[in-house]
């Protein structure tokens, strides 16, 4: 089966309105299209802006959070209807700083999945394990677990294997060893969805920069990146999708 790569920006808790032009500009130099899927994740505010400079361009926007309702009394929080209605196609949720920042456990960025498949966005869910369970043996089993509670019933999803000590770190796992979790975290999904298990893309992420993304990309079952600091300027960012 083939999956075409998805290369997504992570942006934060970065970025102020004249960021915007760090986007036209990744826009422009894509401009004539690639191989791979492109998404920009801006914090809440930028998102319309960023759907209006993105339109047409191939470069879809996303959030980075969104709560589990359609809508309701939940102050501050965002709802995945909101989002698709102003042109957001995919959601990051469970990522590892709001499970450390906000408590976020499985169950609950599962429910947050199930309502973001509502919506019709695409939710990229995360998953990774931290230095002391990777040093204590635990990496895949942590993974695995994560995986059972947060994976919604629908296979419409997108997997990022982000090993906590590697984000924001310049550290990166031994090939090897991404290789292993991303089998692991395959037969996982085709366990639990079946044949359309194999058609889930697996996003590496963590420290990916211009200088190691072929490397890590070319690794098996590694469908392309979930990017953090390297997206935020557009020279990294497209040296890193070039790499896709
Ligand atoms: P990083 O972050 O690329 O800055 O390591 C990745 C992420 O947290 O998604």
């Known amino acids: 089966m083939t999956r075409t790569p998805l290369v997504a920006g992570n942006w934060k808790m970065n970025g102020v309105p004249d960021s915007a032009s760090e986007l036209r500009a990744m826009i422009d130099a894509l401009k004539g299209g690639g191989h791979c899927d492109v998404l920009v994740c801006p914090p ?7 759907v209006g400079d993105a339109a047409d361009s191939g ?3 996303g959030a980075q959070d969104c709560h589990f309702n359609e809508k ?6 965002v709802s995945p209807a909101l989002l698709a209605a102003i042109g ?5 949720l469970g990522h590892s700083e709001r499970r450390a920042d906000h408590g976020e456990a499985d169950a609950l960025v599962k429910a947050k999945a199930q309502a973001a498949l509502a ?3 695409l939710p990229i869910i995360c998953v990774g394990e931290t230095e002391a369970q990777r040093d ?13 509670g947060s994976l919604p019933d629908d296979a419409g999803i997108v997997v990022a294997y982000e090993p906590v000590w590697a984000i ?15 089998a692991a975290i395959r037969k996982a999904v085709v366990g639990r969805y079946g044949e359309a298990g194999q058609g889930i893309r697996l996003l590496y992420g963590g420290s990916v920069k211009p200088g190691n993304a072929a490397e890590i990309f070319a690794i098996d079952d590694v469908d392309g990146g979930l990017i953090g600091g390297a997206s935020l300027k557009a020279d990294d960012f497209l040296g890193i999708i070039r790499a896709a």
Not at 72 to 77: I, L
């Open 88 to 92: 957001a196609s995919a959601v990051i």
């Open 168 to 182: 924001g770190t310049g550290r990166v796992p031994e090939n090897a060893d991404i290789a292993a979790m991303h």
């Open 119 to 121: 919506a019709g966005l």
């Open 136 to 148: 204590s043996g635990q990496a895949e089993a942590t993974v695995l677990a994560q995986l059972d």
């Open 44 to 50: 809440f505010p930028l998102i319309g802006a960023f």
């Open 72 to 77: 309701g009394a939940h102050t501050g929080d």
């Open 59 to 61: 470069v879809e926007i």
